[in-house]
C-alpha cells in the first residue's frame, strides 16, 4: 500500500492522466473484471468504446417499473406452482398427453427466437426468418456459403442456425422445462430437402457437462405438402465438445437442464435453403417402447 502511494503521489507531477494510468495499473487486479476490456475480439472487429457498467441505466423511475414487473412475476410464478406442475392441476398434468411449445402466428411468436450464421466468425452465409403465407409458419430461408474466412484462425465454416431463447423467470432466473411427461418431440414443418439437426441444448449443473448437446439429424423430403415429423427422445444423441458419444442417459431423465431447442443447417452445400415451421410441440406417443435406437457398449 505504501509503495502504491508513493507512486500515486509521483505521478501527479506528470498530470492526471499519468495519474488515472498508474491507478489503472494497480487497481485493475484487483477489481471484479480482471481486465477492463476483453481480451478476445472476433476478427474484424474494434474494440469496445466504452466499459459495461457505463452503458447501465440508473434512473431511479426505471428502478421501481422493473421491481414492480419482477413482484408481479414471482407471484404469478408462485401461485402457478401452488396450483400444480406447469400451473396445471395435477391430475390434468398427468393425463396430458400433448403440448405446443411454439407455434409461429405473430411477429411475438417469432420473436422467441434468435438466428445466427458463420457471418459472426467472419463467414459469408446469410440467414433470414419471416412469417410465411398467411401468417401460419415461421420461414427460415437464406444462402449457405462454405468459404473459409481468411483470418489465419478459422478452419471450417458454412452453417445457420435458428434457436429459441431461452425462458426467464422473475428476476432473470433461468427456467428449465420439464418434459418428463412424454417421450418424442412433435414437429409439423415443410423443407427443401435438405437435412436439418434438430438440437436440444441443456444448461447442466457440473461445468465438464456444460458443452453437452443432445441432436438429430432431420431429413426433410422437399416438394409442396406438410410433413409431420415425431422424434423419439431415446433417438436424440449426445455429442460433447465436438465429439459424439454413446448416450446411456435420455435426454427426457435429465428434466433439470433443459434450456432451449434449435435447428442447425450445416451440410456443406453451397447455396439457398428454406425451412417452413408450423408448430413445435410434445408428445406421449404411449406405444413408444425402444429405450435406446442406437448401440450401447457396455464400458470396463
Same mark, same amino acid.
Given at each position: 500500500?505504501?509503495?502504491? =502511494? ?26 471484479? @473484471?480482471?481486465?477492463? #476490456? ?27 417499473? +422493473? ?46 427466437? =434468435? ?19 398467411? @401468417?401460419?409458419?415461421?420461414?427460415? #430461408? ?5 468459404? =473459409? ?6 478452419? #471450417?465454416?458454412? +452453417? ?7 425462458? =426467464? ?16 418431440? +412433435? ?17 447442466? +449443473? ?18 409442396? #405438402?406438410?410433413?409431420? *415429423? ?46 417452413? *415451421? ?21 464400458? @470396463?
Amino acid at each position: 500500500m505504501a509503495l502504491a =502511494v508513493m507512486l500515486l503521489n509521483g505521478a501527479s507531477f506528470h498530470g492526471g492522466c499519468c495519474r488515472h494510468k498508474v491507478l489503472l495499473s494497480l487497481l485493475g487486479p484487483l477489481l471484479n @473484471n480482471s481486465k477492463l #476490456y476483453s481480451s478476445y475480439r472476433r476478427p474484424g472487429a474494434g474494440p469496445e468504446k466504452k466499459l459495461s457498467w457505463q452503458n447501465a441505466d440508473f434512473s431511479f423511475k426505471k428502478s421501481i417499473d +422493473y421491481l414492480k414487473t419482477q413482484l408481479s412475476l414471482l407471484k404469478k410464478e408462485t401461485q402457478d406452482y401452488l396450483q400444480g406442475p406447469g400451473g396445471h392441476p395435477l391430475s390434468q398434468h398427468l393425463l396430458e398427453q400433448t403440448r405446443v411449445l411454439w407455434q409461429f402466428r405473430s411477429q411475438e411468436d417469432l420473436n422467441k427466437w =434468435v438466428i445466427s450464421s458463420d457471418a459472426e466468425i467472419g463467414g459469408k452465409s446469410k440467414v433470414y426468418i419471416k412469417l410465411g403465407r398467411n @401468417n401460419q409458419a415461421a420461414l427460415l #430461408y437464406g444462402t449457405l456459403n462454405t468459404e =473459409v474466412p481468411r483470418d489465419g484462425e478459422t478452419q #471450417y465454416s458454412g +452453417y445457420c442456425s435458428m434457436r429459441s431463447r431461452p425462458a =426467464v423467470g422473475s428476476f432473470n432466473r433461468k427456467k428449465y422445462y420439464d418434459w418428463s411427461n412424454f417421450n418424442s418431440l +412433435y414437429l409439423r414443418v415443410r423443407g427443401d430437402g435438405r437435412p436439418w439437426m434438430v438440437n436440444i441444448y441443456t444448461d447442466p +449443473y457440473f461445468s465438464h457437462q456444460k458443452d453437452d448437446l443432445y441432436s438429430y439429424f432431420m431429413f426433410t423430403r422437399g416438394g409442396p #405438402y406438410w410433413e409431420e *415429423i415425431q422424434i423419439p427422445f431415446s433417438k436424440f444423441f449426445l455429442s460433447s465438445r465436438g465429439r459424439v458419444q454413446d448416450n446411456q442417459h435420455p435426454v427426457w431423465l435429465d428434466k433439470a437442464s433443459l434450456l432451449t431447442l434449435g435447428f442447425t443447417i450445416g451440410d456443406k452445400v453451397d447455396g439457398p435453403f428454406q425451412l417452413e *415451421i408450423d408448430f413445435i410441440g410434445l408428445l406421449n406417443d404411449r406405444a413408444h417402447r425402444e429405450k435406446f435406437a442406437y448401440e450401447a457398449y457396455d464400458k @470396463n
